[in-house]
């Protein structure tokens, strides 16, 4: 070999190959003859003991052809379950179900972008509706008709009662309504509505008119919603998300109105307007902390007794410190020590910050869920249309007024439906392939459209069928148990008073519980037998 140039470094003999650091773990370079892992190696293994639908639910996972390399690719008419499954492995973990099934899964306040239901029976029945079937859909839902199916239909597929609700629970009402814009969600979209044409940006005149057509919506949801023919709808703004709840629902006997993410300029603006509101998950927070306290205290208590038992008579323990916290502005004791005017004493705005640390942390974060109730909601409402910075002032979504999604007709609105499409696919049991049949529901599924759907596959799956549900992350805090929750509110009063909201009983029974679902939000739903298990 020829020698190296002068002044260049010798090379070593024998230096390893370098890694990069970029590549991922499982790419690093193999010793020669280490078999490649496949890919189902790398995949999470299926749940132990799990009952068949879930295991033939992680066997979408599998892909059908071993040596064929995964690839990931928007959703199409052509493609299969198991392309879509790919995107289910963050989301659909191992099922951690409750360990007695119950007949009805907890009240879900989150907004869903999709759900994806697979059964062993097929979802022909959705397919292709009828012009009669899809009409009578919506006829159906602009009346509230109650549809009580049986609780097994044996030929799905010619039951128009079961295909004509199908149509019925998948519609909403939206506005505004711009069919080239993508108006949910408005949290973090803005590099997808960045290439879309917004002839308002620039137009203060065109502005005002979307805000003041908005405004009459937004007055027109929240008449319903008091005389409780509404029994909720969602404001999205491109920075929180409000929901309105109807008095009666959540366990509440006032309307309510749950706002998140917020943060200190948006809650001070609410106080200055004269809005009472509270952050229950702040309080939780400190009351937990009060009682871990507590109980710091007493056996403290405790030892300093043991402690004075052993003492002479004359000596006395030391005070504690614990005493001065709660008057942060005493500085009597500066005074004692002669050195009054030489500390410079924290102003009445250094104490205010610093009383409101905790609250300022929160910002942006689930724990800034505010709460508002009663009349103060009415505030609210006239506080949000006034309000500056509802409306971005600059991007993609500058002039855009709010989105208001809403499961019943109102002002302005426009009626709109969820997409729906079914998928085969095969899915290996044991050493041969079964047949595995899906059903795709995207869109914004509101709760009530979540627990109609769940009804009708109740009944046109025999009983049994699994989904995966893609939850819209901001909204998951709104199952937060309310602090003002009433739980011996009275059904026979609810259902009294709320039946011309447009909602089935059944689900009015789910929507009127108490919210159990604290922070988070249902992520994988299970039926077998007629009983549902759930993993949030």
């Not at 949910?184 to 003041?212: C, T, Y």
């Not at 109980?295 to 007794?305: F, T």
């Amino acid at each position: 070999a020829a020698p190296p140039p002068y002044g260049a470094a010798p090379r070593a003999p024998s230096a390893p190959a370098r890694r990069n650091p970029f590549s991922r773990l499982d790419n690093a370079p193999r010793v020669a003859g280490t078999p490649q892992p496949r890919e189902q190696d790398r995949r999470p293994a299926p749940p132990a003991n799990g009952s068949p639908s879930a295991a033939s639910f992680w066997q979408l996972l599998e892909p059908v052809c071993e040596d064929k390399p995964s690839r990931r690719a928007e959703p199409s008419e052509r493609t299969d379950i198991l392309a879509l499954a790919d995107d289910l492995h963050l989301h659909v973990a191992v099922p951690e179900v409750p360990s007695t099934p119950r007949h009805e899964f907890p009240a879900d306040w989150s907004i869903k972008t999709r759900l994806l239901f697979t059964s062993s029976q097929p979802f022909t029945w959705a397919e292709h509706l009828k012009a009669q079937e899809e009409a009578q859909g919506f006829v159906q839902h602009c009346r509230a008709t109650e549809t009580n199916l049986p609780q097994s239909i044996q030929e799905p597929k010619l039951s128009t009662e079961l295909r004509c609700a199908f149509q019925q629970s998948l519609v909403y009402w939206l506005h505004p309504s711009l069919p080239w814009l993508q108006l949910f969600p408005r949290i973090g979209v803005d590099r997808k509505l960045a290439r879309k044409a917004s002839p308002w940006s620039q137009d203060e005149a065109l502005q005002q008119v979307l805000m003041s057509d908005w405004s009459v919506s937004f007055t027109s949801l929240y008449n319903l919603l008091k005389a409780k023919l509404c029994p909720y709808f969602y404001v999205c703004t491109y920075q929180f998300t409000v929901l309105f709840r109807a008095a009666g629902l959540a366990g509440s006997n006032v309307i309510t109105a749950v706002i998140s993410p917020t943060t200190r300029g948006l809650r001070e603006a609410m106080r200055n307007e004269g809005i009472e509101f509270s952050l229950p998950l702040v309080e939780e927070s400190k009351t937990r902390k009060q009682k871990n306290s507590d109980v710091n205290l007493e056996a403290e208590v405790a030892n300093s007794l043991e402690v004075g038992n052993s003492m002479e008579d004359g000596e006395e323990p030391a005070p504690s410190g614990d005493d001065d916290d709660d008057d942060e502005e005493s500085f009597s004791w500066l005074e004692e020590m002669g050195v009054q005017d030489k500390v410079k004493k924290p102003d009445a705005i250094s104490i205010k910050l610093r009383k409101e640390k905790r609250e300022v942390q929160v910002d942006h974060k689930p724990e800034s869920l505010a709460l508002v109730k009663g009349t103060n909601t009415f505030t609210l409402l006239n506080f949000l249309i006034n309000c500056k910075s509802l409306v971005a002032v600059a991007g993609p979504q500058a002039g855009l007024p709010p989105t208001l999604l809403s499961p019943v007709a109102f002002r302005g609105g426009t009626m709109q439906t969820l997409k729906a499409r079914s998928i085969n696919a095969k899915a290996r049991v044991h050493l041969t392939y079964e047949d595995i049949f899906s059903l795709e529901i995207a869109g914004p599924v509101l709760p009530h459209s979540l627990h109609s759907l769940t009804m009708l596959l109740k009944a046109a799956q025999r009983g049994a069928f699994s989904a995966a549900l893609y939850t819209h992350e901001p909204t998951a805090v709104f199952n937060t148990n309310l602090d003002n929750a009433s739980p011996a509110l009275n059904k026979e009063t609810i259902h009294k008073d709320l039946p011309p909201c447009g909602l089935h009983p059944k689900t009015l029974d789910q929507l009127s519980q108490c919210p159990t679902l604290g922070k988070s939000s249902i992520r994988f739903l299970e039926m077998k037998d007629y009983a549902y298990t759930w993993k949030s």
